[in-house]
Nanobody
């Protein structure tokens, strides 16, 4: 089974920074994509940023220029550097890993870490 363990959430003031980390363990296919999603109260879970094994990235428009996703594939770890945080960035941030193999899709989620940005 695959496990994802997130860390780095917390409370920060508007304009501050946080760095989230997520380490994946277990059987992991190397050609995977890792990403961060977030869910605010009353809202659906949304993609924040995603990075493929080859290093291709995509971001939600709301975080472009402020957040940076990176990965250490040797350690199956993904990071999210969040700068210039805004109150609307508040939510539970979930780590995700996914891949396709032999026609099957595999997707796993972390337990989530709370990020709260105070105004």
């Amino acid at each position: 089974q695959v496990q994802l363990v997130e860390s780095g959430g917390g409370l920060v003031q508007t304009g501050g920074s946080l760095r989230l980390s997520c380490a994946a363990s277990g059987y992991i296919f190397s050609n995977n994509a890792m990403g961060w999603y977030r869910q605010a109260p009353g809202n659906q879970r949304e993609l924040v940023a995603r990075v493929t094994y080859g290093g291709n990235t995509n971001y939600a428009d709301s975080v472009k220029g402020r957040f940076t996703i990176s990965r250490d594939s040797a350690k199956n770890t993904v990071y999210l550097q969040m700068n210039s945080l805004k109150p609307e960035d508040t939510g539970v941030y979930y780590c995700n890993i996914e891949w396709r193999r032999l026609g099957n899709s595999f997707e796993y989620w972390g337990q989530g870490t709370q990020v709260t940005v105070s105004s």
